[in-house]
């Protein structure tokens, strides 16, 4: 069976900006899968291509091995995105909206699905009202109900939980689990670092157009042994520079590998006399794992492997 | 995966419907209005000053399918070119280029939903028009004049698709309405025959296809028109095949719509 997504040397340019610049990516069927990196990154530009909504330069993207542009209503049919504007046509409920997203993909009398939809995504007291006089966390929620009426296998969410408050987030993956349990490949972008380590089986992280990590979440996360100091002083002894991660003012983040570590930090500190404003001890996330391979590569190399 | 039973663009044609009928008092009601103000005015102030087909037809007669004609043609390009800007401008055009639509079912649910609109309201301006000339309600061809009526709407809605794609803000699509739209229709004798007019206008008003379609559908309820009406039907179907032929390599390139 070929892959569930497989995106073959996708590049892309706007203008000046090279968004998307030769990535290679293969999704397997069932996966949990996360594409994380910053703004600009061309997380969104991956995704469009997928969608069929934008057209790479070169390089082609196939799902379940149909082709995007040439075999597009095949690949189509099986793919469901949740975009990331939040957008709505004013002129329909939410029901309406539901069907008619349905009957896009030739599907008629699909309103027992659209009810467990609207259950899960906890719309049902919702289903008549008209979509403008919802909130914004419900419209979101919609989206999500209209990028699934088809039963896709593959689904493609792009930052799906922004403004959508605590709880229903709990609830809004708990149903994105419960998808990729029964075999939907899940494919999510996300600012929320912390949601990817908790759901994604392989993370793909993107910088300025090209993969720079593709690995399981484990490993992602060996990948930064040890642990992190949090740090408030005035300043940091020069030959600790290279360990800081990532600097706020006076709050130094630095990346140690043993707790021997910390002892020599604190006598550094120590000899040069620096006080020590606030002290924390950090286990490794994502985040830092994140930090540390976003970071390399800069004038000031911040990466933790010394 | 779902069973698969059905074509979506049936579907969005019914969107397309859904989308005037839940505002019907703006997309119906209000269009008849203004042809029956028009007639009201131009029927009072012109009938016993101008005289068209040597005096066979009243004016009034005379303006009716005119109007009609003119309200079928505003309506479906406002149909198509307001949806597709809507769409485009407020985002949730991405809900119909995500299924599996092709060109061919965007074209196909775009104008008929533009032509159903057309023909709805000019329907209603013939209604209510029969009020005061009911003796129109004898025309000698209904087929022709539903003819040019179809094809009419068919060729407005189809501009309003290609408006509705390439503007950007709604005042460039007002600026394509007024500018191109709006001249074309007043200056295709809606309101004239073309014979009352100065040599110079009268060969210009002959590279207007609008002209072709006013006067073709004025002859289904005359038997009178100032062109045959076997001409106006070649200018006609040849410039609705021709659009429709641009339409689909505009919308199979993708162009502004898929970037």
Redesign the interface.
Known sequence: MPPAVEVNKISRR?GNVQALDGVDLSVAEGEFFGLLGPNGAGKTTLI?IL?????PDAGFARIRGHDVLTD????????G?V?Q?L??????SVR?TLR?????????D?DA?IDELLHHLDLTGKANANMRSLSGGMKRRVLVG??LV????VIVLDEPTAGVDVELRQSLWAFIRKLNRDGHTIILTTHYLEEAEALCGRIAMLKAGKVVALDTTKNLLARVSGFTVRLAAARIPAEWQARVLNRDAHVFILGLERYADLELLLAALRVEGIAIDELALEETDLEQVFLTIMGAGRSSPAGLSS | MIRVAGAGWLTLLYKELLRFWKVAFQTILAPVMTALLYLLIFSHVLSSRVSVFGGEVGYTAFLVPGLVMMSVLQNAFANSSSSMIQSKITGNLVFILLPPLSPVDFFAAYVLGAMVRGLVVGLGVFLVTLFFVPELLAMPHPFWALTFAMLGSAILGTLGLVGGIWADKFDQLAAFQNFLITPLTFLSGVFYSIHSLPPFWQSLSRVNPFFYMIDGFRYGFFGLSDVPPALSLGVVATCALVLAVVTLAILRSGWKLRH
């Open positions: 706007f469009s969608a069929g909504l934008t057209r597009y209503r095949n690949a189509r049919r099986i793919l995105v975009p504007e957008v709505f046509d004013p002129f329909f309406e008619i997203q349905s009957g896009y993909f030739g599907i008629r699909n699905w209209q990028a088809h039963k896709p296998p």
